[in-house]
């Protein structure tokens, strides 16, 4: 007879990663877009008074909390801030909601809002009003949809800096769709929980979990996590378990799961393949080809033995159930043929009895396993490599946007923006310089165009920065308002767009000055203004 885990058997578990299937519940949508309200266990983003250091927000997964990435942020802090300090952490915990799928308001909508707050609570003490965020599982994908205006009033794409992600399901999980939990959940008095990272059965965080791609949809009312803006950098870091083959002591071969038990490395790498269609019905499409994407495997080795330990310091067997279990599992994967059918399934996507077992496994023993991750010296190392980059961007006194850099013109106005993001514009006023003040010279509100051999010059002139990209596409800037001689129309922020609707080889670029132009001014490249988009 099998040994029990307090109430569930192995063959229970077993039973479970057999795969039987049981029909989707409908996931329900959100009637609002606004955050409901935010958890009491955030951190208070008024805890930054020094505007040198820079706001990180953390966000667990799957039924967890802010509590569960305690010895995770007790590493990281360590390593980003001594001996000198560099950042402030911050907890976004959503433990309310956090059976739900990701675009929930409750989560991706409080997300949003909450990294709005810290923004402005940082930009407040003298800082920038940009923040870092590290995610775990399904925080990854919190952060995508708190970034879209589908899904939030307040996206935040204009102030995330940079994103790590820590074994983020971004193409689902072998286990989604909901069968594990409701499976699991038949079973009274089942104390897996602790190990056991699903959403519960029936939620849309659970449904919503399933395996896709670009050629597989998500199940019907799933919504695909946006892609970040392009602005913002992403580090993905994905454990990768191999489970040790040995007889009598003598080493065998390895089996690579390339999974950390629950989320495979081709999904917790896969971002760029993991966003929604352009158009409803349609396919998934790719992230933009300027996204800056780095991934980072973090490898592991396990045995048996470690499977056992790992279950019985959590309370998962009773007196006498180590043996029972390390005696099952070896009995069952031991064979040769067996490791060879679960490798198989593996490389095909077909997760089976074999590659499941394996799987199961993994997620109890291997130290970069879903969750063991989060204290995985190698992971929180190249979590804190990234941040520090991101910061140091963040610090530099000019950064490039020479993606933006080119002139247009128009019908009486003209601009050209640098590789800096330094912008210069001038344009007519249609009022004539008539050497009595008021004029352009003696009083800049009153600008005027004057002659000058023949050439008429520009009466109005501005001068602007930009300073970062608002958009998720790249193709809206914010910028600074430097010096202009007509402060009657502008204000100190700018909006510039790109557009292009005016033909696949034209360029167009829409500035706004002030909320008293709404209208603004379309400039265009020199097909453009061959084609009269922009005037005469």
């Known amino acids: 007879m099998l040994r029990k885990f307090r109430g569930l058997t192995v063959a229970s578990i077993l039973l479970v990663m057999l795969g039987i299937m049981v029909a989707n519940g409908p996931v329900v949508r959100a009637d ?23 706001p990180l927000v ?56 909450y ?23 399904m925080g990854g994908l919190a ?73 597989v949809s998500l199940p019907s009312g799933c919504d695909a996590p946006p892609y970040l803006p392009v602005s913002a950098p992403l580090t993905q870091i994905a454990g990768d378990v191999s489970i040790s083959r040995s007889l009598f002591g003598i080493h065998l071969y390895d089996i690579d799961l390339a999974s950390d038990g629950i989320v495979s490395s081709d999904s917790s790498q896969g971002y760029l393949e993991s966003g929604p269609s352009d158009t409803i019905g349609a396919a998934p499409v ?142 007519r006023t249609y009022n004539w310089c008539t050497g009595v003040v008021p004029d352009s010279v003696s009083d800049p509100s009153h600008p005027c165009e004057r002659p000058n051999n023949q050439i008429v010059v520009d009466g109005g002139h501005a001068s602007f920065q930009i300073d970062k990209v608002t958009s998720a596409d790249g193709d809206t800037v914010h910028a600074i308002l430097l010096s202009t001689n007509d402060p009657s129309i502008w204000d100190s922020e700018i909006s510039i767009t790109w557009l292009h609707d005016a033909g696949p080889d034209v360029a167009t670029v829409q500035i706004n000055p002030s909320k008293k132009f709404p209208g603004g001014w379309t400039f265009c490249d020199s097909a453009a203004q061959m084609r009269s988009v922009c005037g005469a």
């Open 115 to 137: 990294l709005h707050k810290v923004s402005a609570a940082h930009h407040a003490v003298g800082g920038s009003d940009e923040v870092l965020v590290v995610a775990h599982s």
């Open 32 to 54: 609002s877009l606004d955050c409901p309200k935010q958890s009491a266990a955030n951190t208070d983003p008024d805890i930054m008074v020094n505007a040198k250091l820079q």
């Open 58 to 113: 953390v966000v667990h997964g799957w039924i967890g909390n802010s509590a569960s990435m305690g010895e995770f942020k007790t590493k990281l802090d360590n390593l980003l801030n001594k001996p000198k300090a560099t950042a402030t952490l911050l907890d976004f915990d959503y433990q309310a909601a956090n059976f739900h799928w990701a675009s929930n308001p409750q989560v991706a909508a409080c997300l949003a809002d």
């Open 286 to 427: 790719r992230a933009k080809a300027n996204s800056q994407i780095v991934s980072r495997p973090e490898r592991c080795t396990m045995s048996l033995d470690q499977v056992a330990a790992v279950a019985a310091a959590n309370g998962l067997m009773t007196g006498g159930g180590k043996a029972a279990l390390v005696k099952y599992l070896a009995t069952i994967n031991l064979g040769v043929f067996t490791d060879l059918f679960a490798l198989d399934e593996l490389s095909s996507g077909q997760h089976g009895l074999a590659a499941r077992q394996l799987l199961l496994g993994a997620l109890f023993g291997a130290s970069c396993s879903h969750t063991g991750i989060l204290t995985f010296d190698a992971a929180v190392d190249d979590t804190a490599t990234a941040l520090r980059g991101y910061i140091q961007e963040i610090a530099k006194p000019t950064r490039s946007f020479a993606q933006y850099k080119g002139s247009w013109g128009g019908h009486g106005r003209s601009v050209t923006i640098d590789a800096s993001g330094h912008g210069e514009m001038s344009y």
């Open 143 to 215: 952060v995508r949809f708190a970034t879209d205006k589908r899904y939030t009033s307040t996206p935040a794409d204009d102030v995330l800096a940079g994103v790590v992600t820590l074994d983020t399901p971004f193409k689902g999980s072998p286990f989604g769709n909901q069968v594990v939990a409701r499976a699991l959940e038949v079973a009274p008095g089942w104390h897996l929980q602790p190990l056991w990272p699903f959403p519960k059965a029936g939620t849309d965080g659970s449904i919503c979990l399933a395996l896709h791609s670009l050629t």
